[in-house]
T-cell receptor, first 108, second 111 residues
């Protein structure tokens, strides 16, 4: 079946720094790649997604890049703020498999 | 516009019992998916319902069953509960196959 690996499992950055989280997948037929943010006690919230016909997508401080040849996609958060602290998940293909999650901690 | 809603918020059951969880999709969405999220892990896909039928299923035993109603709301049923069924159960709705929006989840504790 599909395998999605997410790294790192934890990430601690200083406020204002950038954070990068990477996911690799095995199903070359995957064509939709979402990223979710989950805060304590809440359901995952879609923050950005990308489709396979696009290499990069940006939304304010958040961007996602996709490398279909290497089968990986990454979440980039710039100018991190304390409210960015949460667990982030990637998923592929078509939401059937989630990565293990990355706990991001932004220190003031 | 209300997002995805789930009920109940929390539930405590004992081993061997049965449980029913409920989900109302986001307005305009016709597809509902269910996920199980154990503590510290990513969501695991259980199954997806579209047009009142199970369209796709993950690697979960038959003790897990579901239903979708004509108004697109859905139920997840789990029979013969095990301690390992303790988890956060998430419902997600969508209009297309892929872009899904999650509800707040139901926290199930099996004692």
């Amino acid at each position: 079946g599909e395998n999605v690996e997410q790294h790192p499992s934890t990430l601690s950055v200083q406020e204002g720094d950038s954070a990068v989280i990477k996911c690799t997948y095995s199903d070359s037929a995957s064509n939709y790649f979402p990223w979710y943010k989950q805060e304590l006690g809440k359901g995952p919230q879609l923050i950005i997604d990308i489709r396979s016909n696009v290499g990069e997508k940006k939304d304010q401080r958040i961007a996602v890049t996709l490398n279909k040849t290497a089968k990986h996609f990454s979440l980039h958060i710039t100018e991190t703020q304390p409210e960015d602290s949460a667990v982030y998940f990637c998923a592929a293909p078509g939401m059937l498999t989630f990565g293990g999650g990355t706990r991001l901690m932004v220190k003031p | 516009d209300a997002g995805v809603t789930q009920s109940p918020t929390h539930l405590i059951k004992t081993r061997g019992q049965q449980v029913t969880l409920r989900c109302s999709p986001k307005s305009g969405h016709d597809t509902v998916s269910w996920y199980q999220q154990a503590l510290g892990q990513g969501p695991q896909f259980i199954f997806q319902y579209y047009e009142e039928e199970e369209r796709q299923r993950g690697n979960f035993p038959d003790r897990f069953s579901g239903h979708q109603f004509p108004n697109y709301s859905s139920e997840l049923n789990v029979n013969a509960l095990l301690l390992g069924d303790s988890a956060l159960y998430l419902c997600a709705s969508s209009l297309t196959w892929d872009t899904q929006y999650f509800g707040p989840g139901t926290r199930l504790t099996v004692l």
